[in-house]
């Protein structure tokens, strides 16, 4: 099989159906949990610097830098965290998550709340398909090269490519939420992805959009 169709195979499969994206394990089900302020600018198990401002997770025994689902069972919201840390050591605690991710996942409990975690298929992109997301110019969720059109909303930062992708994957399947864009940019000498919706008609359905993302877990989402 050709690689690029390949990895466009499997992009396409998460966008067909952003409920049944390819997954390694069955659902793990326990507490998730949540990071406190004191870890604010320590450093994570994986070497990374801690922010409650990033989609990530620690987790006892998945590798670093995989993409996770985390599903609270009582609302059904989710959303996609990257492992960058261990933990956590409390029985019955299956995965902590930073203040971006409680507050996505609309936590009602004091400290923990019920979830299932689905560890991710790994996205293999042909050095080709990374040089294109790597290069600054905006693609769509299918690798294809795109402008912005109308006005856009920004939906998340991350670190991560495949983390992008699966979360560009996901919006490309809601049909109000289908132009998505991802593209890199650099801060601070670090490389970032960006995931934006663009082709906004104007700033009435621009604060829509943005309404809808926060209830969809996208708290981030800002006009861009």
């Known amino acids: 099989m050709n690689k690029i169709f390949a990895v466009l ?5 998460l966008s067909a159906n952003a409920q049944k994206p390819l997954y390694l394990n069955k659902p793990q089900s326990g507490k998730a949990s949540f990071y406190g302020k004191k870890f604010e600018g320590r450093k994570t198990a994986s070497g990374e610097i801690f922010s409650n401002a990033n989609l990530t997770a620690a987790h006892r025994t998945y590798p670093f830098n995989s993409i996770v689902r985390v599903t609270v069972k009582e609302n059904r919201r989710y959303v996609y965290v990257r492992i960058n ?16 991710a409680t507050v996505g996942l609309d936590f009602k409990h004091a400290g ?6 689905r560890l ?3 996205i293999q992109l042909t050095a080709e398909m ?4 790597n290069s600054g110019a905006w693609h769509d969720a299918l690798g294809n ?3 912005l059109k109308g006005k856009s909303v920004s939906v998340a930062v991350v670190l991560s490519l495949e983390h992008a992708l699966y979360i560009a994957s996901d919006l490309y399947d809601d049909p109000e939420l289908h ?5 890199s940019i650099v801060i601070g000498k670090i490389t970032r992805y960006i995931i934006v919706i663009h082709n906004i008609a104007d700033d009435m359905q ?9 209830s969809r877990g996208y708290v981030n989402a800002k006009k861009y």
């Not at 195979?9 to 499969?13: G, M, N, W, Y």
């Not at 029985?91 to 203040?99: K, N, P, S, V």
């Not at 923990?112 to 975690?117: C, F, K, L, P, Q």
């Open 145 to 147: 090269s795109t402008a």
């Open 112 to 117: 923990t709340e019920d979830v299932e975690v």
């Open 206 to 214: 621009l604060k829509k959009y943005i309404a809808l993302l926060y």
């Open 130 to 133: 990374e040089a294109n997301f």
């Open 85 to 100: 840390d261990r933990g956590p050591f409390v029985r019955g605690r299956i995965i902590d998550l930073t203040d971006a």
């Open 120 to 122: 991710c298929e790994e």
């Open 9 to 13: 195979l499997i992009i396409t499969s």
């Open 179 to 183: 132009d998505v864009a991802v593209k």
